[in-house]
């Protein structure tokens, strides 16, 4: 965090994304998060693991003798110790080392290699290029090449609706198994004024496909529980989805 750069000088921040239950995450260049798209380098996004993995690699293997960490130092620690910059381009990655790189080491840049346009001084900054090729998003999951035009529901969103339908089963259970006589009772129980228990009880009866939205987070952006239990259809057939998955 705070090394990797786009190849405009725009730092690249951490982000993340959820599918299915799994995090993926990835460093998106500043100016996206800006809303000043016109000022990003030519990669916006790139997949964080993957690149994280290729500096380190770089690092233990490929860096010249006077700048090789100990191998048991951790990943965090190597990077500490030899990293200043990392610049991300579309053809390749730049990671510029704090130790000088010996003139006796200059060659034609290759995979891994030590580029061939570093001076050849003892006060310079070692430079290890390595090829890559960005990715665009079809083919990285979890990376988007774009914003995402439908924002995704947030977590404590979506536990809080959970627990609401949760609660206005419960409520429909007992109502049908006589164990309450009313809304009014049940809205003692709780704590709660009636008129809160009707307005949350439809939930009780919200669409299976409207549900498992909400459950994998694929759900509206902007939903609410007040929302949700509002707009609760008197037949699943008319709801989005027909109420199948």
């Known amino acids: 965090m705070g090394r990797i750069f786009d190849d405009r000088g725009n730092r690249m921040t951490p982000s993340h994304s959820n599918k299915d239950g799994v995090r993926y995450r990835y460093y ?32 233990r293997t ?37 130790e000088a790189t010996p003139a006796t080491e200059q ?31 079809p083919s990285v999951k979890g990376v988007l090449h774009q914003p995402e035009a439908k924002p995704a529901l947030k977590q404590e969103t979506r536990e809080a609706i959970l627990l609401a339908v949760a609660k206005a089963r419960s409520w ?7 164990r309450v006589q009313s809304f009014a009772e049940i809205a003692e129980r709780e704590g709660k004024v009636e008129r809160h228990i009707r307005l949350l009880a439809p939930l009780a009866f919200i669409p299976p496909c409207t549900l498992a939205a909400i459950v ?27 109420g199948k998955r």
Do not use: M
Not at 115 to 129: F, H
Not at 217 to 240: C, E, F, I, K, M
């Open 172 to 178: 429909i259970d007992d109502l049908a198994s006589g």
């Open 28 to 59: 998106v260049t500043h100016t996206l998060l800006q809303r000043r798209e016109k000022d990003a380098g030519r990669v916006t996004r790139v997949p964080a693991i993957q690149l994280e993995r290729l500096v380190v690699e770089a690092i």
């Open 216 to 242: 994998d987070g694929s759900g509206p952006h902007n939903a609410t529980v007040t929302a949700l239990a509002q707009a609760v259809p008197y037949r699943w057939d008319r709801s989005p989805g027909g």
């Open 62 to 98: 490929k860096a010249q003798p006077d700048t090789e960490p100990e191998g048991d130092l951790s990943d965090r620690a190597v990077v500490d110790r030899c990293v200043t910059r990392i610049i991300v381009r579309p053809d390749s990655i730049d990671i510029e080392l704090r």
């Open 107 to 137: 060659s034609p840049a290759t995979e891994g290699s030590v580029a061939a346009d570093v001076p050849a001084s003892s006060t310079c900054t070692g430079v290890i290029s390595l090829p890559w090729t960005a990715q665009a998003f």
